[in-house]
């Protein structure tokens, strides 16, 4: 019910996206997530806004993925810390575990542990830790709690935080506080990866769609995106922009198929990597 015409329900749409295209999300778990009504969802998202969203979305997920493992890699003792992390399966599907923290709304925190430790019990999924921090990001008590709660687990060690899928439904100046306190608590040469929107998205037909989706779907107004360019990320105190990619660049990287070719037909979106630097 807490689900209901709310933005956390969208976290279960991009699940069928996901598993709709495991060779080239990768990821195995995603139809784990998904009923029927999921399903209905997204059929109408997929005949209302556009039809390319099994592309965009396990493409975003491969990024997101890919990127860890090979932070890893480089550094076995990495903290994933993964913000708005909805019903993502990154911490059973890396190669090598890590320990992984998400942090989302309270309803979403206890629904999705509740769910891992039954299937867990069942050998769906592998017995892996993952630690939830409930929080609602735009709370002044809750962003002190999560920074005191990184604090301590980031101690001394690198990490990898993500923001995915958010960054657009954030207010400005709360996303600014989420970077000031993983800038307090990452250590240099750890990285937060995230995928945003640019201004000259409210001119794209598919944006154009979404937002009008969205608005009558999840009650999200169509007024309230938070879209920036790559100067934005650029300004971000205690960070340096070592990638920037758009979902095209993806495509190539990862399938080397063409269907994301035609801008009007896709979701423009955009994916960046920050290192925090000292
Ligand atoms: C579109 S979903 C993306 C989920 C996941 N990162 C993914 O890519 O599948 C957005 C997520 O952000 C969470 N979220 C949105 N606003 C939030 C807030 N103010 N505080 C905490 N979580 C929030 C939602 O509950 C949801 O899980």
Same mark, same amino acid.
């Given at each position: 019910?807490?689900?209901?015409?709310?933005?956390?329900?969208?976290?279960?749409?991009?699940?069928?996206?996901?598993?709709?295209?495991?060779?080239?999300?990768?990821?195995?778990?995603?139809?784990?997530?998904?009923?029927?009504?999921?399903?209905?969802?997204?059929?109408?998202?997929?005949?209302?806004?556009?039809?390319?969203?099994?592309?965009?979305?396990a493409l975003r997920n491969r990024f997101f993925l890919e990127h860890l493992?090979?932070?890893?890699?480089?550094?076995?003792?990495?903290?994933?810390?993964?913000?708005?992390?909805?019903?993502?399966? #990154?911490?059973?599907?890396? @190669? $090598?575990? +890590? *320990?992984?923290? &998400? !942090?989302?709304?309270?309803?979403?925190?206890?629904?999705?542990?509740?769910?891992?430790?039954?299937?867990?019990?069942?050998?769906?999924?592998?017995?892996?830790?993952?630690?939830?921090?409930?929080?609602?990001?735009?709370?002044?008590?809750?962003?002190?709690?999560?920074?005191?709660?990184?604090?301590?687990?980031?101690?001394?060690?690198?990490?990898?935080?993500t923001?995915e899928?958010?960054? #657009?439904?954030?207010?400005? @100046? $709360?996303? +600014? *506080?989420?970077? &000031? !306190?993983?800038?307090?608590?990452?250590?240099?040469?750890?990285?937060?990866a995230?995928d945003?929107?640019?201004?000259?998205?409210?001119?794209?037909?598919?944006?154009?769609?979404?937002?009008?989706?969205?608005?009558?779907?999840?009650?999200?107004?169509?007024?309230?995106?938070?879209?920036?360019?790559?100067?934005?990320?650029?300004?971000?105190?205690?960070?340096?922009?070592?990638?920037?990619l758009?979902i095209?660049e993806l495509?190539?990287m990862y399938?080397?198929?063409?269907?994301?070719?035609?801008?009007?037909?896709?979701?423009?979106e955009?994916y960046?990597v920050?290192?925090?630097?000292?």
């Open positions: 019910m807490e689900f209901e015409h709310h933005i956390s329900e969208s976290a279960f749409l991009v699940n069928e996206s996901r598993a709709r295209n495991v060779e080239l999300s990768r990821d195995r778990y995603a139809h784990l997530w998904v009923t029927d009504s999921t399903r209905r969802l997204w059929r109408d998202f997929s005949r209302e806004v556009y039809a390319l969203d099994a592309v965009e979305l493992e090979k932070q890893i890699r480089r550094t076995p003792d990495t903290v994933f810390v993964n913000l708005g992390a909805g019903f993502t399966s #990154y911490p059973f599907l890396v @190669a $090598t575990p +890590c *320990r992984c923290i &998400e !942090i989302d709304y309270e309803h979403v925190c206890l629904f999705k542990g509740k769910r891992i430790i039954e299937w867990q019990k069942e050998g769906v999924l592998p017995k892996r830790k993952v630690e939830f921090i409930p929080a609602d990001f735009r709370d002044r008590s809750d962003q002190k709690r999560v920074r005191h709660k990184l604090a301590g687990a980031l101690s001394g060690k690198p990490s990898m935080a923001l899928g958010i960054t #657009y439904y954030l207010e400005r @100046a $709360t996303l +600014c *506080r989420l970077f &000031e !306190i993983l800038s307090d608590v990452q250590t240099p040469g750890s990285t937060i995230l945003f929107w640019t201004p000259d998205v409210v001119t794209n037909p598919v944006h154009i769609r979404f937002t009008e989706f969205f608005a009558k779907k999840f009650g999200h107004a169509r007024s309230d995106y938070n879209l920036f360019d790559v100067d934005f990320l650029r300004s971000v105190d205690g960070y340096e922009v070592i990638s920037v758009g095209q495509e190539k399938s080397g198929t063409n269907y994301l070719a035609d801008i009007d037909q896709i979701l423009p955009h960046a920050l290192e925090r630097t000292g």
